[in-house]
């Protein structure tokens, strides 16, 4: 069984002699942002912390999805953040995509390889420090929580590989979830999950939900039914869809075809 990857930008800037057309397209149901668009000149820098650069990929809009931010962040040696959630109210989920990153929960230190995952809750004491050699990488999701009475989410860090996947129903393994939360706890109002299709496998209808998705791609390539478009993706794209966005997906190959799914669920829907 081959190792797992996850794809991380690095940045740069494209040659002059390079084609503007790209795959990047932004639509009333959904926003396409490939990988070829995440360059140097398009980052941000994050008040509190240091030695750090962010793409932001995903943020509330009206009229569009409201419910979550995206980042992908990428920490230089000795950087990090004591204080990195500025909102009390927010949770935050970090999935290390490459690199050795500590992140320290409620005192407790949580050292993350490739394929780290931590659910941080909202008003928890957490910070992120890379005290190693090389730049460290990471998905940064970002909700604000809904309180339920009665229940109360903990952290916790993880390694993907620690967390076995499970298969959908009738596809014989073509394609699975790694789900790091149990989905009946209604603590969690969000699930990052991690979806993987082996070649050839399909979501073999067209999805249509209320739930909101941020989808990073960590590995392979696929075409993706958005809305009324085919749209060929590969690691390192993001797909950002709004609720009720149409979707099915058909993962030709070679390789596996992985990604990280963001998606708002277990709470009743407010009116007032």
């Not at 995440?38 to 509190?48: A, E």
């Not at 941080?120 to 909700?143: D, H, Y």
Request: glycine fraction near 8%; aromatic fraction near 12%.
């Amino acid at each position: 069984m081959s190792e797992p990857t996850y794809y991380a930008p690095q940045g740069g800037l494209p040659s002059q002699t390079t084609l503007l057309t790209d795959r990047a397209v932004v639509k009333e149901a959904y926003t396409v942002i490939p990988r070829g668009v995440l360059r140097d000149i398009v980052t941000s820098n994050l008040p509190g912390w240091n030695n750090t650069r962010a793409w932001i990929l995903a943020k509330p809009i009206a009229g569009f999805a409201t419910t979550f931010a995206q980042y992908i962040v990428e920490v230089s040696p000795g950087g990090g953040s004591t204080e990195p959630e500025p909102e009390r109210g927010v949770e935050s989920v970090v999935f290390l995509l490459t690199g050795n990153l500590n992140v320290i929960i409620e005192g407790e230190k949580h050292a993350l390889t490739a394929g780290g995952y931590a659910y941080l809750p909202a008003g928890a004491s957490w910070s992120v420090a890379n005290e190693s050699a090389e730049a460290a990488t990471f998905q940064w999701v970002r909700k604000a929580y809904e309180p339920l009475e009665g229940y109360t989410p903990k952290a916790f860090a993880v390694q993907e590989q620690d967390v076995a996947p499970t298969p959908m129903p009738d596809t014989d393994g073509a394609w699975a979830t790694t789900r790091f939360v149990d989905p009946n706890d209604l603590a969690h109002d969000m699930h990052v999950n991690i979806v993987t299709f082996e070649p050839g496998a399909v979501i073999p209808f067209a999805e249509t939900h209320v739930m909101e998705h941020g989808i990073y791609v960590l590995e392979g390539k696929a075409v993706y039914r958005l809305n009324d478009d085919w749209v060929e993706v590969e690691a390192g794209d993001f797909m950002w869809l709004r609720a009720f966005c149409p979707q099915a997906c058909y993962a030709g190959g070679p390789g596996k075809f992985r990604y990280l799914l963001y998606k708002d669920v277990n709470r009743q829907i407010k009116l007032t």
